[in-house]
């Protein structure tokens, strides 16, 4: 199976180098994704917003034959869901990673602190305590020293979705920060942040605790936890 792997904020394709391994050793061919505007901290982010990113990764579901599995760590998880509105027969399954689909209108973070026109990663005091869950010193120091800032428009910008087939395609929802019986209740209480999920026809959940960034926590479980969701080739 060919699986794309989405980052998230401030993270460019090489933040699964430790995930790919154990993909590819389940038989996949793994395609980690280094989005627009991501390339470098000097890159040019000038005009990039979210459907640059989202046309990104569906010129790269075109360019593969077959189905395709689709992964999205944090605000890659609002870019695969809009990825799966726009080809719902080309996607197995969908894995968001401490992520939910985005609904038509939402928007991924429109409250991050923004400096000219991008998204630098920002103090930690801006996050709240259960992101940063097992994110030592060392790996607070190694994250900063890696982070690219994330364009501003792929956060503020709203999503558009056009197909309801999308509600067909298969996800697994890897649930770092907060349980899987907190998300479940949510959608039992109609909370509005996980209507576009209680829509979906196909949903299992795979508890991984820590926090917000596994692929830098807990590399091994999250690999472990792909594979799971996926299945082996």
């Not at 505007?37 to 005009?47: I, L, N, P, Q």
């Not at 576009?196 to 472990?224: F, R």
């Amino acid at each position: 199976m060919d699986i794309i792997l989405i980052p998230g904020f401030w993270l460019d394709a090489s933040s699964w180098d430790d995930i790919t391994p154990a993909l590819e050793k389940a038989g996949h061919r793994t395609h980690p994704l280094t989005l627009p505007g991501m390339e470098s901290v000097d890159a040019d982010r000038s005009g990039i917003g979210l459907r640059d990113h989202i046309d990104f990764v569906v010129a790269k579901v075109d360019e593969l034959d077959g189905p395709v599995v689709l992964v999205g760590h944090s605000g890659g998880g609002a870019v695969a869901h809009a990825v799966a509105d726009a080809r719902p027969d080309r996607i197995a399954r969908v894995v968001y990673v401490d992520s939910a689909p985005l609904g038509p209108g939402g928007v991924i973070n429109d409250e991050l602190p923004v400096v000219n026109g991008e998204i630098p990663l920002p103090d930690w005091n801006v996050f709240e305590d259960e992101d940063l869950v097992d994110l030592t010193p060392e790996l607070r120091e190694a994250f900063r020293a890696r982070a690219i800032p994330t364009p501003k428009d792929v956060a503020f910008d709203k999503q558009v979705l056009h197909d309801e087939r999308r509600f067909d395609v298969p996800i697994t929802m890897i649930c770092c920060e907060f349980p899987s019986a907190m998300i479940l209740a949510w959608i039992e209480q109609g909370v509005p942040f996980v209507k576009e999920p209680a829509s979906v026809k196909d949903v299992t959940y795979i508890d991984l605790p820590t926090g917000h960034w596994p692929q830098l926590t807990k590399p091994a479980e999250l690999a472990e936890a792909i594979v799971s969701a996926v299945g082996k080739a």
